[in-house]
């Protein structure tokens, strides 16, 4: 029996750089139920009335000065210190820019985007209906555009979009340079959520405001 030939190279163990990290965190139930009642009852009153069928409804951006999102502005202040203590970035305070809420009906959803200027976003969900429980974030890098080849299987190192599955209650908070979008609603409930922005204090000026204007249609 012929000897098995001697590897020509030992091992290789793949080493991965520039990580993208998204912080995922659950609302505890006994602030869950109570929250989430305050700001549906808070958005109802804004909103007068459901949006339409493939329609999505966006509030106004300074949700986190009304009094029904204390509660959730809490929540967003240690979520978003957790994730600056893990990026181990200094910094004297942060503030929230802008926090508004997403009303998507059946068929609604939102097309790829960013939120420029400022340092980290994120969302919290209030209702995931089955079909509606999902979000997309997308490869930040674009030189892996240039060459796609056919793969045999879809893993974390090939793929360009990892889609993350959320609940009532789920609180995600990402960097805000980091593209993301959300599927049709393919429910028949509507899907609700708050998404907010987050600033350093020392450069939380005019410019971080959101770059677009709620649509109320």
Same mark, same amino acid.
């Given at each position: ?19 993208? #990290?998204?912080?995922?965190? %659950?609302? *505890? $139930?006994?602030?869950?139920?109570? /929250?989430?009642? @305050?700001?549906? +009852? ?11 069928p493939g329609a999505a409804w966006q509030s106004d951006q300074a949700l986190h000065e ?6 959730? #502005?809490?929540?967003?202040? %240690?979520? *978003? $210190?957790?994730?600056?203590?893990? /990026?181990?970035? @200094?910094?004297? +305070? ?37 079909? *509606? ?50 599927? *049709? ?13 987050i600033m350093l204090a020392s450069y939380a000026g005019r410019m971080s405001e959101p ?7």
């Amino acid at each position: 029996m012929a000897a098995t030939e001697p590897s020509r190279f030992e091992e290789s163990h793949p080493l991965r750089m520039f990580p993208t #990290v998204v912080w995922r965190g %659950e609302v *505890a $139930a006994q602030v869950r139920d109570p /929250l989430n009642a @305050g700001i549906v +009852g808070a958005l109802d009153a804004m909103r007068g009335g459901a949006p339409a069928p493939g329609a999505a409804w966006q509030s106004d951006q300074a949700l986190h000065e009304h009094d029904a999102f204390a509660e959730l #502005v809490a929540c967003i202040d %240690e979520a *978003a $210190a957790a994730a600056l203590a893990h /990026l181990k970035i @200094g910094h004297d +305070g942060f503030a929230i820019t802008a926090c508004w809420a997403n009303v998507n009906a059946p068929g609604a959803g939102h097309a790829m985007h960013s939120h420029p200027n400022n340092l980290l976003s994120g969302v919290y969900y209030v209702t995931t209906p089955d079909g *509606a429980d999902t979000v997309n974030f997308h490869d930040p890098r674009p030189q892996t555009a240039i060459m796609r080849p056919p793969v045999t299987e879809l893993t974390a190192d090939n793929t360009d979009q990892v889609v993350v599955q959320v609940s009532v209650g789920t609180l995600l908070v990402f960097p805000a340079w980091l593209q993301h979008s959300v599927d *049709a609603n393919r429910s028949s409930e509507p899907r609700i959520s708050v998404s907010f922005n987050i600033m350093l204090a020392s450069y939380a000026g005019r410019m971080s405001e959101p770059l677009w204007q709620p649509d109320r249609a």
